[in-house]
């Protein structure tokens, strides 16, 4: 965690912008909450013309982050990211619809270690992950 | 229902050692909650090359996303997802940091 998915149409953005995409999220998710940037995922879904994915049709950026943060830090970020995505795929910030959705850090391992609560994480487990 | 989402990366796990991953999640699963390993989900999701990133770069990390029966004690979920991990690196030949391993709470709204 944190894992961005975005769901796209299909052919339209470029390997190019769905780079630019992906550094963007990585700063922006690591500059609000000190996150290494190892940890931050970024997968493009494209949805084929004509049909649907889960959360409907067109653009949907789903977010999955640790627990424990505040309601104000989660809707600056998921503002934070849509802005970006918007500029980059030259797309209308109000046609990105998202959420981001949150589950206990306790739930997962990743890099071979149990994540920590947001502010539990101790320099001990930034050196662990940083040797990642 | 014990249900696996496992995202991996165009090229990395092979198609024809899917099978035996799924056999595991199942077995090492159901090993530690109880249940049936014939009624576990196992779903895959390959990711085409160039659309999964990792820190800004191209992905290697298989994700593998367990959901289990609510309640399990935080000592064996801790133990569950090192057995699942341990199998996943024994047979794939992926590192730590190309793997994330959950056994999230199954939510039934």
């Known amino acids: 965690m944190p894992n961005y998915r975005c769901f796209i149409p299909k052919d339209a953005l470029s390997f190019d912008q769905r780079q630019e995409i992906a550094l963007a999220f990585t700063d922006i998710h690591c500059g609000s909450t000190g996150a290494p940037r190892s940890f931050v995922s970024v997968t493009f879904l494209e949805t084929p013309e004509g049909q ?26 998921l503002s934070d990211l849509t802005q970006a ?6 797309v209308p910030a109000d046609d990105i619809p998202g959420r981001i959705t949150e589950n206990p850090a306790s739930w ?6 149990v994540l920590p609560e947001p502010g539990q994480e101790g ?3 930034y050196a662990a992950a940083a040797a990642d | 229902m014990i249900t696996f989402n496992c995202t991996v990366q165009e090229g990395i796990v092979p198609e024809d050692l899917r099978p035996r991953l799924a056999s595991e999640l199942a077995r090492i699963t159901t090993g530690f909650v109880g249940g049936n390993p014939d009624e576990v989900s196992v779903n895959w999701i390959e990711i085409p090359h160039g659309f999964g990133f990792r820190g800004g770069r191209l992905s290697t990390t298989s994700a593998v996303r367990g959901e289990i029966p609510p309640g399990l004690q935080q000592e064996t979920r801790v133990e569950l997802m090192k057995s699942l ?3 996943w690196m024994d ?6 940091d190309e793997l994330v391993v959950s056994a999230r709470d199954r939510r039934d709204n």
């Open chain 1, 108 to 113: 997962t391992m990743e890099g071979g270690f």
């Open chain 2, 91 to 96: 047979l794939t030949g992926c590192t730590t």
């Open chain 1, 85 to 90: 995505f918007a500029k980059i795929a030259n």
């Open chain 2, 85 to 87: 991990q341990d199998m």
């Open chain 1, 123 to 125: 320099a001990e487990w």
């Open chain 1, 52 to 77: 649907t994915h889960e959360h409907g049709q067109g653009y949907y950026l789903d977010g999955g982050n640790r627990a424990g943060r505040s309601e104000e830090v989660k809707q600056q970020l």
